[in-house]
């Protein structure tokens, strides 16, 4: 088992990397080291998802500080190598990433800039300061998207071979082929985890699950791609983290591990449960929700169905998943309805600029 000391996790202020950082301070198993957040604060990055942790981790914790902030752009090599030797960094758990497909559409290069110089910045600054340092570890998170589009049978396993379709998924898929090219080529301790669709509180409202959440709440349009009928695997994002923790302390150096939550839902018959939790919890008429759908025109290449294998890490690392779909729908949705002040904050500005631009007044 890995002992864990001075991690550094990019991208901590965005949906997973937030939930990650209260996971490990708010007592993950065998956590007794500090966090070190390295995050641009893009759009999607949200200081206020870890105002709590600041507030009992951060500087007013004194002596016992255990997490500390540093705004900067993980492509940005001296910074990067200024935040290893300032923090005697041991361990990076990378999550940072531009990380909506409809975005990569829109607007690529920033995929490009962010997602590949990045991720090289990163493995080639810990490729300098470890040397040949065992006790190291370099996690890098992916994505399922990277193994491209499945018919109506069949899952993806470590062994699929890649096939990315949007810039978005072309994009993990280069960061993930240097990560292990580190690994093989100069023997980089590294670990790497592609994961199926994650949900959970702090997700920024583009996303299909927390933007339907608060259209439903707001009586606005409810939005769905094409005829519905694009399948997701979905895995509740407490469970995700506890799987790369899993992998950080006891994943085999130099392999990738797929994460799922073995919980396929085609895009519309999620809308109709998520429109039953939503009504019964804030009083709404589930029928009149209901008639709120609007299908829209489909993304370009829009990748029919993502089912993930997880059979290794469940049997390698004894993981499991422990949150079923109602549970987490239901916490997630509480969520959203206990913290307004979250959703103003990421709902005003540049965002709701981009969203009016892209997909018009909703
Ligand atoms: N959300 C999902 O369903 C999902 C599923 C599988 C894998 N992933 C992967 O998990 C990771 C996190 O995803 P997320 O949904 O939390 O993303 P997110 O968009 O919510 O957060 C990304 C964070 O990275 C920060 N960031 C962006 N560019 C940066 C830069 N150049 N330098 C420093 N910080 C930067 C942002 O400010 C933000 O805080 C990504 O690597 C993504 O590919 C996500």
Redesign the pocket.
Known sequence: MRILKNILV??????????FIHFLLNGADGFEGRIIN?????????PLSLADIEEQFGTAAGTAQRYCFEH?????RPFIEGIFKKYDIDTVV???????VDRSIHGPE?FV???VM?TFTLLDTARDFWQSEKDALFHH?????VYGSLGDTGRFTEETPYDPRSP?SAS?AASDHLAMAYSHTYGLPLTLS??????GP???PE?LIPLSILNILEGKELPVYGDGKNIRDWVY?ED?NRAVWTVMRQGKAGEKYNIGGENEWENIRLLYALIGIVSRKAGLDAEKVRASIAFVKDRPGHDRRYAIDCSKIKKELAWKQEVNFEEGLSRTVDWYLSNSGWVNSVRSGEYRRWMEQNYGRR
């Open positions: 990019t991208g901590g202020s965005g949906f997973i990397g937030s939930n390295v995050d641009a604060l893009t759009y999607a990055g949200n900067g752009n993980i492509c940005d990378h999550f940072a990433a531009e990380s909506h920033a800039k962010t997602n990045g998170i992916s994505t399922d998207e978005y993990k592609n994961c199926s669709n994650n949900y702090r997700q920024f996303k994002v995700h």
